[in-house]
């Protein structure tokens, strides 16, 4: 997403009468109608390397060109005064790039760890079935593979359902509050996972799980959104994913250890690793009410007297992230969002081909990842082994995980690197498809360990969401809209695989092998969708003078990315 700045007019047109100059780098400050202290080069006019992006002399200027830096557009996107962050908004502040990397280092440390943290509780709760599986769950249950999907997909329902209530929630009261407050509810769920007795508390449980976990993602994105600017978000997400990964190795680990305790008080070893593992993301969503501030100027508290952040270091923060996207501020972190407002929002059918791939893009390598721990065992692979063999492919994916995202801001594509993930797949869905009941298990374990390796390309695609919405509000409820497809392809993908047509699953490898032709050519279409929506709006923008772009500005009434000056990602 990218704001177009408009044609230098009152300027130009008093010193010679033309109002048609080019814009293509931006405003400089002999183009404003003010005087403004001097700019920094603009980033996106720099040369890329692999693992920063750019390099820049430390003590030169850092602050880009924006909105701010002309009178007339300066006035249309000023901040409200309810705005939380609006004492410490300020057009004129220039920093150096060695005061912005040593400012996003500390919201590095003190945010985006801590949010880590909370999302590696989350998925030791939501993958711990699978570990459990290993463990005679189903037959201590008397369920079946069938009972075992319903519970996935009645989990993955009850989420998707959950996604856009919490997040109304979420914006109304704040995520410093809600988010912990999730956390809280779902541990004392998970671990009462401890006194499971049968299929209908299984399903119960499963239900209860995705009502509580349901919004958690989308809210902290949003929540990380108050202090990133939209390059840094993706490769933040994709940290915070590895995060996801690091719970899955380590509750291998942890499985191994405490299956081990099968028999201790006449209990299976699965009922204390839910029991421990709830126990633990209770304590971190305790911890969480002191660890997460409302904002980047609001992180004074009681227990806290200095806060985190100097005055300085604050107007960085919000001078940077506003400068970056000028419609962050329009809404107060504590603000709820209308029916009207919410209804807008469905109708932008801008959005429509990122909700659509979100059904279908994970679904190929989705069964044989939830599968991968139960299809071993039943390849004759003990409790340990089975657990322990799943760790190979979680460290692969995490590192292709990091890996693509980092290619996703190097060519700064997203469909590229998001299609790329059904290249990876297909010829090995194809090979899983050839198997027999013949074929030698580390051979099968070897392939299943590629695909479930998959390069997780999911964080490029929530930042690419939330890049192509527009505003806090906007961004709010698409980001949950997104998650609510997801989970639902989340259900679709908990069916393929089918009791009666294990241990191999042919008839499920061909629908994968099927979908996942069918992705790569979605991808093609949401490409070329977007181009020409740009390429459109780039000729009737280019074609107007500035007089007509600025009273299209003050007059429009095309909000977020309907307006003629947004530009779609893709």
Known sequence: MSTVLAKPYYAKAANDGSDTSSTKSGLSPTDSTVEVPSLGAPVSEQTATFWRRPNHELDSVATQPSVFDNALTLEQYRPPANWENVHRFDPAARWTWREEYRVVRRIDWLIMLWACVMFFSLDLDRSNISQANTDNFLKDLKLTTNDFNLGNTLFKLCFLIAELPSQLISKRVGPDVW????????????????????????????????????????????????????????????????????AEIVGAF????????????????????????????LAIGIASFFMMPPSP???????????????????IMVNRVL????????????????????????????????????????????PPQTYLTLSLRNLGYTTTQSNLLSIPSKFLGMVLLVVWCYISEIIDSRIITLVSLQFYALPLLAALYTFTSET???????????????????????A??????????TRTVSASIYNMFVQAGGIVAANIYRDDDKPLYKRGNRAL??????????????????????????????????K????????????????MNFRFAY
């Open 179 to 246: 988010i912990p407050s999730q956390m809280i509810l779902w541990s004392f769920v998970s671990l009462g996972q401890f006194w499971l007795t049968g299929r209908a508390s299984f399903l119960a449980t499963r239900c209860l799980l995705g009502f509580m976990q349901g919004g958690f993602i989308p809210d902290v994105i949003l929540y990380l959104s108050y202090f990133y600017t939209k390059k840094e978000l993706p490769l933040r997400l994709a940290w915070f994913w590895v995060s996801n990964y690091l």
């Open 254 to 281: 942890i499985a191994t250890g405490l299956l081990k305790l099968r028999g201790v008080g006449g209990r299976a070893g699965w009922r204390y690793l839910f029991l421990i593992e709830g126990a633990l993301t």
């Open 297 to 315: 100027t609001q992180t004074k508290a009681w227990f806290r007297p200095k806060g985190w952040f100097t005055e300085r270091e604050e107007t």
């Open 323 to 366: 400068r970056d996207d000028p419609l962050k501020s329009n809404m107060h972190n504590r603000e709820g969002l209308s029916i009207r407002m919410i209804w807008d929002i469905l109708k932008d059918w801008r959005m429509w081909p990122i909700y659509a791939m979100g059904i279908v893009f994970m679904v190929p390598v989705t």
């Open 440 to 462: 030698s298990p580390w051979v099968y374990f070897a392939v299943v360990t590629l695909i479930t390796g998959f390069p997780y390309v999911h964080p490029v695609q929530v």
């Open 464 to 473: 690419w969401a939330s890049t192509n919405s527009s505003g806090v509000g």
């Open 513 to 546: 092998i099927g979908i996942c032709i069918m992705n790569m050519f979605l991808y093609a279409f949401i490409y070329f969708f977007y181009r020409e929506i740009n390429k459109r709006r780039d000729r009737i923008w280019n074609s107007w003078t500035a």
């Open 548 to 563: 007509e772009q600025h009273e299209y500005l003050e007059t429009t009434k095309d909000k977020g990315n309907a307006r």
